[in-house]
């Protein structure tokens, strides 16, 4: 079966600073994974998603992630990070060819600091 | 194009009671997914319908049912209501082409948020 792990459930940085939220993921068969982030009292909205190809995916608001197959990891950074990042992000795979289930992680929530 | 829109937004049943949740497309979408979110249990996927077909249904009780009309338009159902679900109910609108990569993206719209007292 497919899990996601999220490693920290809260990131605490100041403003300005860089920032990584981890992201690892299990599968055996081929996976698809994304980036979401979710502002207070609001649904998900898509950062990014690795799809194929290059490795290292560019998204919206200056995020970034890279997909490591060998480690199953697709963690997220951001390398100046504004008191409007603060959100909690998600990370979610899903199955190539099955694209109607998302499997998320458990959430991360990024604290910027002024 | 507007977005997924879901109504209500609030909601506020007793146990015993039943809920029914809608969830309107982007407008060409055919595949329509739902979730539940809550502290506890973080993001748990319910179902997914596609051209009026539930293609796959993730680990909850047959309380929780949905259905999906000619127009893609979705509903949820949840009978028999109970305290643990409480939660946000998120709705999630994708192309649904299975194989073409591009179109594989879910929008969420702003979910229904669902207390049960």
């Known amino acids: 079966a497919q899990s996601v792990t999220q490693l920290d459930s809260q990131v605490p940085v100041f403003e300005e600073a860089p920032v990584e939220l981890r992201c690892n993921y299990s599968s055996s068969v081929s996976v698809y994974l994304f980036w979401y982030v979710q502002y207070p009292n609001q649904g998900l909205q898509l950062l990014l998603k690795y799809l194929s190809g290059s490795t290292l995916v560019k998204g919206i608001n200056g995020f970034e992630a890279e997909f490591n197959k060998s480690q199953t990891s697709f963690h997220l950074r951001k390398p100046s990070v504004h008191i409007s990042d603060t959100a909690e992000y998600f990370c979610a795979v899903t199955l190539s060819g099955n694209t109607g289930k998302l499997i998320f992680g458990q959430g991360t929530t990024l604290q910027v600091k002024p | 194009k507007a977005g997924v829109t879901q109504t209500p937004r609030y909601l506020i049943k007793t146990r015993g009671q039943q809920v029914t949740l809608s969830c309107s497309p982007i407008s060409g979408h055919r595949s329509v997914s739902w979730y539940q979110q809550t502290p506890g249990q973080g993001l748990q996927f319910l179902f997914e319908?596609?051209?009026?077909?539930?293609?796959n249904k993730g680990n909850f009780p047959g309380r929780f049912s949905g259905r999906q009309f000619s127009n893609s338009r979705s509903e949820m159902n949840v009978s028999t209501l109970e305290l643990g679900d409480s939660a946000l109910y998120l709705c999630?609108?994708?192309?649904?082409?299975?194989?073409?990569?591009?179109?594989?993206?879910?929008?969420f719209g702003p979910g229904t948020r669902l207390l049960v007292l």
């Open positions: 999630a609108s994708s192309l649904g082409l299975a194989g073409v990569i591009r179109q594989e993206t879910q929008y």
């Open positions: 319908y596609f051209s009026e077909t539930q293609r």
